[in-house]
């Protein structure tokens, strides 16, 4: 069984920084992507920033310049150092792992941890 570990929500000022962790843990194999979204209140969930194995990366383009993803496969784990935060950036932050090879299952494989709360106040 993969499960995602989410680390490194709070409280912060505006402006100031956080950084998240999400360890997948289990029998592992390979992690095609990994990646944050985001959901605040009353709005959907929506992707902010990715990562694949090969090291690209893909951004909203409301935290471009902001926050970094980074990763390490033979940890499969994955960060976010946000900076320069604001008051809309306050969420629930979850991680996500796509195309998860695994002994858990035949096919790659989706999933989610159970999200940390990013509260940011001005």
């Known amino acids: 069984q993969v499960r995602l570990v989410e680390s490194g929500g709070g409280l912060v000022q505006a402006g100031g920084s956080l950084r998240l962790s999400c360890a997948a843990s289990?029998?592992?194999?390979?992690?095609?992507?990994m990646g944050w979204y985001r959901q605040a209140p009353g709005k959907q969930r929506e992707l902010v920033a990715s990562?694949?194995?090969?090291?690209?990366?893909n951004y909203a383009d409301s935290v471009k310049g902001r926050f970094t993803i980074s990763r390490e496969n033979a940890k499969n784990t994955v960060y976010l150092q946000m900076n320069s935060l604001k008051p809309e950036d306050t969420a629930v932050y979850y991680c996500?792992?796509?195309?998860?090879?695994?002994?858990?299952?035949?096919?790659?494989?989706?999933?989610w941890g159970q999200g940390t709360q990013v509260t940011v106040s001005s």
């Open positions: 289990g029998r592992i194999f390979s992690i095609n992507a």
């Open positions: 990562i694949y194995s090969g090291g690209s990366t």
């Open positions: 996500n792992a796509e195309g998860v090879r695994s002994t858990g299952s035949i096919w790659p494989a989706d999933y």
